[in-house]
């Protein structure tokens, strides 16, 4: 039976897009320590709370209660299977911690060029109104929206390349780490969405 899946890659490497496919095919549910973190400070758990002061504070929520939260996700029911971790674990001492609560049983790397990275988030507006994302030079705005579109504050060229500093420091290791263990599959991020797609459906079939 495959256990747990980790799917990850630099920001804005389309992982959310993706994780949509391997959800589809596998039936696990997809989990995001973010929406984790949100849910259990809404509900106002044990976790929850202690996160909470941690976050109030603006300090990083130890790995201990991250790894607690994820532990609980992973004893309710849709879980019985495994999961799709999306964005999770971001170092190897979190990926340690993964291995002592769940089997990964595969992990599924989405590379894109760090130049491409910056053109693709650099790029990216929002209509104020809809929400909706285009972007200037692969999905241009009609003409008629374009005097609402704004940049989002953390999409700018500095703000991208700080957190692809961050990536290739801490979590691009985990490459390496997984592929030494035998169950790292490398996707080519670099096509268009449907040609991604098809190569992440592959990794997928060959766990």
Do not use: C
């Not at 971790?85 to 894109?112: M, N």
């Not at 030494?180 to 996707?187: D, E």
């Not at 040609?195 to 766990?207: D, I, P």
Request: avoid cysteine; charged fraction near 25%.
């Amino acid at each position: 039976m495959l256990g747990s899946i980790v799917l990850f890659g630099p920001p804005g490497a389309g992982k959310g897009t993706q994780a949509e496919i391997i959800v589809e095919m596998t039936g696990k549910p997809q989990v995001s320590t973010g929406d984790m973190l949100r849910s259990a400070v809404s509900q106002g758990t044990e976790l929850g709370l202690e996160a909470k002061t941690y976050m109030e504070s603006g300090q990083l929520v130890p790995d201990q209660v991250i790894i607690g939260l994820i532990e609980d996700r992973l004893n309710e029911p849709d879980a019985s299977n495994g999961v799709l971790f999306d964005g999770f674990p971001r170092t190897i001492p979190q990926a340690e911690a993964l291995a002592g609560i769940t089997e990964v049983s595969g992990v599924i790397s989405i590379e894109v060029p760090d130049e491409d990275i910056i053109n693709r988030i650099v790029g990216r507006r929002m209509d104020s109104e809809t929400g909706e994302i285009y972007h200037v030079s692969f999905k241009p705005p009609p003409p008629e929206v374009e005097s609402r579109l704004v940049q989002r504050k953390d999409d700018n060229e500095n703000t991208v390349r700080s957190r692809l500093d961050a990536y290739h420091e801490q979590t691009k290791p985990l490459g390496e780490w997984y592929d030494n263990m035998g169950i790292l599959a490398i996707v080519d991020g670099t096509g268009s969405i449907q040609e991604v797609g098809q190569s992440v459906a592959n990794a997928v079939r060959s766990l």
